[in-house]
């Protein structure tokens, strides 16, 4: 089956990085759109980038855009999203998951997602 398993999540200072990888397997890792969401308990999925199957193509939500990088290594079914200028509010846990299909830019559904990794940013 299907499995995405992030890493790289933690506690970090306003205005520091961090790197999350997500490794995947039970799939041709090759071929599919992959993306990052973040959600906090009881709030909605909130987007933020992908990163169609050759790479060439990233998409950013506008809250990140300049910020965060996505990227990814077919040879090693992994994809990464690089985290700089981190602020408070972007404080949350976030998920890697494999994306049905993007609209515009932004996912229209999301196939699979993986447990999750927590990012707090103190100020």
């Known amino acids: 089956q299907v499995q995405l398993v992030e890493s790289g999540g933690g506690l970090v200072q306003a205005g520091g990085s961090l790197r999350l990888s997500c490794a995947a397997s039970?799939?041709?890792?090759?071929?599919?759109?992959m993306g990052w969401f973040r959600q906090a308990p009881g709030k909605e999925r909130e987007f933020v980038a992908a990163?169609?199957?050759?790479?060439?193509?990233?998409y950013y939500a506008d809250s990140v855009k300049g910020r965060f990088t996505i990227s990814r290594v077919n040879a090693k079914n992994t994809v990464y999203l690089q985290m700089n200028s981190l602020k408070p509010e972007d404080t949350d846990a976030y998920y890697c998951?494999?994306?049905?299909?993007?609209?515009?830019?932004?996912?229209?559904?999301?196939?699979?997602w993986g447990q999750g990794t927590q990012v707090t940013v103190s100020s």
């Open positions: 039970g799939l041709t890792f090759s071929t599919y759109t």
């Open positions: 998951a494999v994306i049905g299909s993007l609209r515009h830019g932004v996912p229209a559904n999301y196939k699979y």
């Open positions: 990163i169609t199957w050759s790479g060439m193509d990233t």
